[in-house]
């Protein structure tokens, strides 16, 4: 693997913050449902793979249609392309639906559990398998729209460079990194998620972040 721009070392501390902030540390552990949320990131369907063959779930359900950041990429839909990907990881075809609705996490969500809905399948577990750093929102989001399941969370086990190095933009990591924390709050006070405390260290983080620059994933609220 090609290695790219380094983190700059004056925004280290502050990223590596952000960064183990949106880490929820949950152990895998069985449930009735895997579900691999659409991204630009296919390690997420890599993961979920791997998790599969751990014996995680027996079944997989991945979520996502496209966003500006992900249609030159995944031509056929984010979803679409997770299951393929996955297949030739050697996950069975027929262990695996497709949902290719979902513009946001929240959708990721309800249209999943309907879809599951419709082949008779309630699930009371489920492992959600994201970016990194859409853990928390990703948490907090289910424990809002779909209360009654217990949910975990789990990424590729990437440490925070070799992560970058895999995405190859050291920018784009960091404007989601703060993108992903400002929606911890925001989208409580929309109501599509639980509230989530945030630790001082973070908040100053986010906001000399912000002060830097890298403010391209922001929602104006």
């Not at 990591?173 to 989530?196: K, P, S, W």
């Amino acid at each position: 693997m090609t290695t790219g721009p380094a983190i700059p070392p004056p925004l280290r501390t502050d990223v590596e913050t952000l960064w183990d902030y949106h880490n929820m540390r949950h152990q895998p552990r069985p449930v009735d449902v895997g579900i691999g949320l659409g991204s630009h990131d296919l390690g997420v369907a890599t993961h979920t793979a791997d998790l599969y063959h751990q014996g995680m779930f027996p079944l997989i359900v991945f979520s996502g249609a496209n966003a500006p950041t992900t249609i030159e990429r995944f031509l056929r839909g984010e979803a679409v392309h997770y299951r393929e990907h996955a297949i030739g990881l050697g996950v069975p075809a027929e262990a695996i639906m497709v949902e290719t609705r979902a513009t946001n996490t929240s959708e990721n969500l309800t249209h999943s559990r309907n879809l599951l809905a419709t082949v008779g399948i309630t699930p009371t577990s489920t492992l959600l398998i994201a970016r990194p750093y859409q853990q928390r929102r990703a948490y907090a989001t289910c424990r809002k729209v779909w209360p009654d399941v217990d949910v975990l969370c789990s990424s590729l086990p990437l440490d925070l460079d070799a992560y970058v190095d895999s995405i190859g933009d050291v920018n784009r990591v960091i404007n989601m990194l703060v993108g992903d924390t400002q929606r911890i709050t925001l989208y409580a006070h929309q109501g599509f998620a639980i509230e989530q405390h945030i630790p001082d260290p973070v908040i100053k983080a986010y906001d000399r972040l912000v002060d830097a620059g890298y403010t391209r994933r922001l929602i104006n609220a």
